[in-house]
């Protein structure tokens, strides 16, 4: 199956204002600055937009805003996620209809049950379940560190069988995994959840990151992207390994508590989080 996106895909913040709320004129600056950076996609409602803890409301007002502004600018992957598979059709059907007769490249995106886990056999109906009622390009994102549970490549196979699975983020922080898996499922895209991790997952065969670290610049993401891509390995590991600390230092703590830290010090957002995240500095 085609991949729904190569390259860098931005995992954005959902930036507040010191009261929490959600401040939708920076919203609308950072999606605008990714358009403008040529992200090859855009993860909206995702771990790093602390989905867990914006209401439904929220959450479907967060959609409609950024469908009206990113259109068939740049693709859009919505996560979705969470452990009732109910809520979570629900919350995709209201992309299908916050969507309808608008050009938008649509994906969501699915973390595997997190807190009540379930069997392989479990998690192989969960997204059954999910993909057969809404119809939705789905991406499985599996992140043991989060959910408490690990899809395994041999799952991750059974899996991708399912219409509707158009790509895998695997963040186990498992480079012997991330190989397993890409090929386990031949074909089907699978993206590096770990921006530390970027170069050597694209050299196992992931097709793209889905990232933290281009909420600040695409740019140096996406160039090494291309010289790998281009043959020039050399040159990657070079600028990779340049970056590498300022990748390892977003994630020193809980992410997005570091990115959003990052971000306030361009002046782009306010540093606030709602709890249990605290803001550093």
Not at 150 to 177: C, D, R, W, Y
Not at 240 to 247: E, I, S, T, V
Request: overall charge positive; aromatic content about 8%; charged content about 15%.
């Amino acid at each position: 199956m085609k991949p729904f996106f190569t390259g860098i895909a931005t995992a954005l913040v959902t930036p507040f204002n010191q009261d929490e709320t959600i401040d939708f004129s920076a919203l609308r600056i950072l999606i605008e600055r990714q358009i403008k950076l040529k992200a090859n996609a855009i993860v909206i409602l995702g771990t790093t937009g602390e989905i867990s803890t914006l209401s439904l409301k929220e959450r479907h007002e967060v959609i409609n805003f950024a469908v009206e502004i990113i259109q068939d600018k740049i693709p859009i992957i919505f996560g979705i996620g969470g452990n009732n598979p109910t809520e979570i059709i629900d919350l995709g059907r209201y992309i299908i209809r916050a969507t309808k007769n608008k050009k938008c490249k649509i994906a969501v995106m699915v973390t595997a049950p997190y807190y009540n886990k379930g069997t392989p056999d479990g998690i192989f109906k969960f997204y059954q379940a999910i993909t057969t009622a809404l119809k939705l390009p789905t991406i499985i994102y599996n992140i043991p560190a989060r959910t408490g549970v690990n899809i395994t490549p041999q799952n991750m196979a059974q899996i991708t069988q399912l219409p509707f699975i158009v790509g895998i983020k695997e963040a186990s922080g498992n480079l012997h995994q991330i190989t397993q898996t890409v090929n386990l499922c031949p074909n089907t895209a699978v993206y590096c959840g770990d921006d530390t991790l970027a170069l050597p997952a694209y050299a196992v065969g992931c097709q793209g990151i889905i990232s933290v670290a281009s909420n600040i610049d695409v740019l140096p993401l996406k160039e090494i992207w291309l010289l790998f891509t281009n043959g020039e390995n050399a040159l990657a590991l070079q600028k990779f390994q340049k970056q590498l600390p300022f990748y390892e230092s977003l994630f020193r703590v809980v992410n997005p508590i570091p990115i959003k830290a990052e971000l306030a010090k361009t002046g782009l957002i306010k540093n606030v989080l709602r709890l249990p995240l605290t803001p550093i500095e």
